[in-house]
């Protein structure tokens, strides 16, 4: 519900901007255990929206929807070298159940490769068995220090794809295929921008070869990291011995993948969209893409109210989202800011002159306000609905490219990155990264696909660049 | 895959049968954890048809979906005195994060009931919030000591509807709508027939005021309880302090239901329609309605390939889950074992005289074939298909009342109960219901709502009937 006062604005404190949106809206709220988020049903519509439109792209791939345990044994983290370093400091353990102390603790699961492996390991005979191509939507946990609601939580829901391959070409295929999904699905559903590419191995997912990533910007400059998408070589293979035999007879290990896009998806979508005066939400996947706010004073309500119930059941026929306000208690105003904060695309306000005249007054959450004919709206909705969503993509796009900067001095690098992302060239060494994190608290961001060759001195060092193109650096959520 | 073996006769052993099936035909696997399940891909292929088909009916009926954490302090179980000795037992307790103790121990959820309780208690201030209807999709865990895929396991997949209500008439209205849900779903989708009914005291939800439920009987002339509803009254409301300011500007409790279905469902589809040869699945819900299955030499292969693709097609475009079985390496006869053993309900057979004459076999799970002409046959599946789903439905249902019994003596009673249900007079008394349970090992499954008034002497100690009808009795998984 709309408070009396207003938000936070975004220029004078952009986290507590968020922090206030997002309960104000009523996307989210806290748990009772610190680090905990309940998802309200209006976040939760934004996430199904989304799941949909992952669920049917990860499908036209091929790939299948499977479930595995929540519980995954403690040992099977200590097979894989990397995996338990990166992932141990975070498990929450079941230590008793039924009453009684387990024999073995039992992890929570933080991502499910090792109890997938386990699996495969049975499945997985001959070449025929291959590829795998596994997709599960779930919970995860991982029990983090600092949390903060969709971007950060102790428990998040999310999707994780794992598949296995024949061979390497066909694993790297399908990371990057992946990685493509998400980057349609950010840009075309989320109307969020995304840069594409992979980590440097001080970034890259515990376990991993390496890490593909899609990265958007935030409007107060910083990075989110989105989507990832990894190619896990045959670590886990070894770690929990799938080996198949090919049709050359020998047996061998296979080469695996994994890939996960979370709940932080909607965390993007607030904070790529949204201005002073709330949510603005994507139709695509926006819960409710229209609202209809009756205007009538009580002698007038009997004139209104046909016209716009009329006019709420056609936009729903017409496959609309759409929501009429007719709620007595609030007046137009209040549902307009209520409207507002809640992002809702399109509004529609009809009073009794409106009826008269047969039209309506159609507003933008983008701003803008026409007068439109009620005989003619219904078939125009759908198309300002998808006009409204590459404005969205536009605005966001070049909100982002006016952030960006090439630097080559670590002066400018320091002051750019204050406000946005920085290209620059980097010498690829960990260290220099780390202190370039210690100094600046910005890190590398990717190495992005499209970024066209080039070569320079390190922009923090000066030694040789490493990755023969500049480099994505930001701070992050 | 089908095995060389056949399946051991449902006769013989249904319990080994059941085994069997659920994992030759790739339904199910066992995970690492002590009770846990891997549902693989086309165990999960069923599943989501149902949630899709449950989702649905869900939102029509004015549910929005959202998510509470996973883990919930264990002190909220103290709160509601049935709910902490019906459930206390059964929890999974995380003791470590974050490498640290905890400062208290928390449950992994085996029903929501108290974290929505204590949501509802900051979200509910005025009859203005109400009523609140909401629906969570998710796993709970529940350490039970006999377990068994999908009827059984220590962790499972199932949605959990909560309401919260101004007026007990209203909670009760939903406790009864939603169980007219789940009994549509089961009998319209599953093809599963069942009765609907109130729980006896003994058997009731730890904290509820009194359970409804649907209970199907499996081939083995068990019951399953599918699906339940709870009128919860101010129960969990007194517990958790959830007030509202009412019309007439009074503070009072709200009224709360809950109601859930599970994996089980899953189960009581292969159970309720399974024969020797493997599963029968209802069309509805059948991840693969049609298979293909090419007849050629290796000298008719091009003759037969372009007929069965251009087929496979068709159907797809016209909304038919088909599958086409076009692997070289195994024999027609392999693969009408294969997908009869996972019970797909219409299979085609196409070789070079079937092309030559435009034709192909039609072969129905349920027995029966018959030639089809190819230009005709896409425009016909889709009623063989609901035909085939009316088919399923109707043996189900006569299956079930042929193994259905009045019993007036506690002779008959034992003698019937080991073949199916029983309907019978009970006197209602805890200690007696109990006493049957311990000679028979058979359970009250509910007291039918649409079973006629009569009135007689309980089967078992002959004192007068205590509702005013006969109840159902079996022995239940």
Not at 107 to 117: F, L, N, Y
Not at 449 to 477: M, N, T, W
């Amino acid at each position: 519900m709309a408070k009396e006062k207003g938000l936070t604005p975004q220029s004078q404190d952009f986290n507590e901007w968020y922090n206030e949106v997002i309960q104000r809206a009523e996307l989210v709220d806290y748990g009772p255990v610190r680090g905990t988020m309940v998802i309200r049903p209006y976040g939760f519509g934004l996430w199904e929206n989304i799941q949909r439109a992952l669920d049917d792209m990860f499908k036209a791939t091929g790939h299948t929807n499977a479930y595995f345990p929540l519980f995954i044994p403690m040992s099977f983290f200590q097979k894989e070298a990397e995996h338990v370093e990166g992932f141990a400091p975070e498990l929450a353990v079941v230590t008793h159940a039924g009453g009684e102390e387990l024999e073995e603790p039992l992890a929570v699961r933080p991502t499910s490769e090792t109890i997938i492996g386990h699996m495969w390991a049975k499945w997985v005979r001959t070449y025929r068995d291959l590829p795998q191509l596994l997709n599960q939507w779930g919970n995860v946990v991982r029990w983090e220090l600092r949390t903060k609601p969709f971007l950060r939580t102790s428990e998040f829901l999310w999707q994780e794809g794992h598949t296995a391959h024949a061979t390497q070409a066909e694993a790297e295929a399908e990371v990057r295929q992946m990685l493509g999904v998400y980057a349609k699905m950010s840009r075309e559903w989320a109307a969020v921008p995304v840069w594409e590419g992979v980590k440097t191995e001080s970034e890259k997912f515990a376990g991993a070869v390496y890490t593909t990533t899609i990265e958007a910007m935030m409007r107060d400059g910083k990075a989110l990291q989105s989507g990832t998408s990894h190619y896990l070589g045959t670590n886990f293979a070894k770690a929990f011995d799938i080996q198949f035999q090919d049709r050359d007879q020998q047996n061998k290990y296979v080469h695996t993948t994994s890939w996960g896009l979370s709940t932080r998806m909607v965390g993007a979508v607030i904070m790529t969209h949204g201005d002073d005066k709330g949510l603005i939400l994507p139709p695509r996947i926006a819960p409710v893409q229209v609202v209809i706010v009756p205007i009538y004073k009580s002698d007038t309500r009997e004139q209104v109210m046909p016209a716009v119930e009329r006019l709420a059941a056609d936009l729903k026929a017409a496959g609309v989202r759409v929501v009429l306000d007719d709620r007595d208690q609030y007046s137009p105003g209040f549902k307009f800011n209520e409207w507002e904060l809640k992002g809702v695309p399109l509004r529609l306000e009809i009073g009794p002159r409106d009826v008269e005249a047969g039209t309506a007054v159609l507003a933008s959450r983008l701003g803008g306000k026409e007068t439109v004919q009620l005989a003619e709206v219904v078939g125009q909705i759908p198309h300002k609905l998808e006009a409204f969503q590459a404005a969205l993509y536009q605005r966001a796009l070049e909100f982002r490219d006016s952030h960006t900067w090439e630097v080559d001095s670590f002066e400018e690098f320091k002051e750019k990155v204050e406000q946005g992302f920085v290209k620059a060239f980097h010498c690829g060494d960990k260290e220099c990264e780390k202190q370039i994190k210690a100094e600046t608290t910005a890190t590398t961001r990717c190495i992005p696909f499209d970024e066209p060759e080039a070569h320079g001195s390190c922009v923090r060092c000066g030694k040789p660049s490493a990755y023969g193109k500049r480099i994505l650096f930001a701070k992050a959520y």
